[in-house]
Nanobody, 114 residues
Framework: QVQVAESGGGLVQPGGSLRLSCTAS????????MGWYRQAPGEQRTMLAR???????YYAGSVQGRFTISIDSAKNTVYLQMNGLKPEDTAVYFC????????WGQGTQVTVSS
């Protein structure tokens, strides 16, 4: 059974940084990818970035240059480094893992406010 768990959310001032972590327990060692979405109140969940366990990345245009996704394949853990945070980045951030089946975490709240 694959379990996905995020951590690292919180309150940060505009212009600040946060690093989110996500571990996919039981995902195995075959090809898989992990990524991040976010969902602001009243809005749809939107894709931010994804990375394969071999390190190939993809970013949504809205976060390109500010957010960086990385992976520690040995730990089945993905990170999302978020810099230059803006109030509009406030949302619940969800991690997922996919090895042919998609597994979602519970989400972690990120609030950007002064």
């Amino acid at each position: 059974q694959v379990q996905v768990a995020e951590s690292g959310g919180g309150l940060v001032q505009p212009g600040g940084s946060l690093r989110l972590s996500c571990t996919a327990s039981g995902i195995g060692t075959s090809m898989y990818f992990m990524g991040w979405y976010r969902q602001a109140p009243g809005e749809q969940r939107t894709m931010l970035a994804r990375i394969t366990n071999s390190g190939s990345t993809y970013y949504a245009g809205s976060v390109q240059g500010r957010f960086t996704i990385s992976i520690d394949s040995a730990k089945n853990t993905v990170y999302l480094q978020m810099n230059g945070l803006k109030p509009e980045d406030t949302a619940v951030y969800f991690c997922y893992a996919n090895n042919g089946i998609t597994y979602w975490g519970q989400g972690t709240q990120v609030t950007v406010s002064s």
